[in-house]
């Protein structure tokens, strides 16, 4: 039974640039959560996802930052014309409809790097 | 916005002997979880604990259990017979609000020999 996967593991991109994270939940996980680190700190909340359906993007920021978890594929967090301030570390977590919130379990992270 | 207290910022323990790890939240929620991660230097987030609030029995998984005083809002984490691999950062996580976490600002553990 795979965990949560995430890919790419490590993202590149120069300023203006897109980037684009994916996210495929546990299998028989419908709840997507994504997170992002900053460097020395803790994860922040950035928003919670159920298929076809966005529950709460509180975190995300208002500009530039979109989330999306369609019926079929992975969910994607899209970051459009990247700055400085986005290098950080950024987890998605997966749980079950059975029990939402009470079991995440988390990816590897992507880091994303912006130069 | 939900407040996650870990007040020790560094640990040290000895290899064998047993730790305990701070956290206090401040929810208003009547119903609500707490979780607690551990953040290696590779960086993935490993899942250790969880208590939900109206459990009555401490959480125990393995080596890890939570002392959880809901009047104090407080949810240490003591985790036995500390090994070197125990050597990471621990991160306190209440839901709040819905389904979300909200991290503390972590403790990172230092195991020695």
């Known amino acids: 039974n795979a965990g949560v996967m995430q890919n790419p593991r490590h993202l590149v991109r120069r300023r203006g640039q897109e980037a684009r994270l994916r996210c495929s939940p546990m299998k028989g996980h419908s709840h997507v959560y994504w997170y992002r680190q900053l460097p020395e700190e803790g994860l922040k909340f950035m928003v919670y996802?159920?298929?076809?359906?966005?529950?709460?993007e509180s975190g995300m920021p208002k500009e530039r930052f979109s989330a999306e978890f369609p019926k079929e594929g992975p969910s994607i967090l899209r970051i459009q014309q990247v700055v400085r301030g986005d290098s950080a570390a950024y987890f998605c977590?997966?749980?079950?409809?059975?029990?939402?919130?009470?079991?995440?379990?988390f990816g590897p992270g992507t880091r994303l790097t912006v130069l | 916005a939900q407040k996650i207290t870990q007040t020790q910022p560094g640990m040290f323990v000895q290899e064998k002997e047993a730790v305990t790890l701070d956290c206090t939240y401040d929810?208003?929620?009547?119903?609500?979880?707490l979780f607690w991660y551990k953040q290696p230097s590779s960086g993935e987030m490993i899942f250790l604990i969880y208590q939900g609030s109206y459990d009555e029995q401490n959480a125990t998984e393995g080596r890890y259990s939570l002392n959880f005083q809901k009047a104090r809002k407080s949810a240490n984490l003591v985790i036995s017979a500390s090994q070197l691999g125990d050597s990471a950062m621990y991160f306190c996580?209440?839901?709040?609000?819905?389904?979300?976490?909200?991290f503390g600002t972590g403790t990172q553990l230092k195991v020695e020999l």
């Open positions: 996580a209440p839901t709040g609000g819905g389904n979300k976490l909200t």
């Open positions: 996802l159920q298929k076809e359906n966005i529950i709460d």
């Open positions: 977590a997966s749980s079950p409809p059975s029990a939402p919130g009470q079991e995440q379990f």
């Open positions: 929810t208003s929620d009547q119903s609500y979880g």
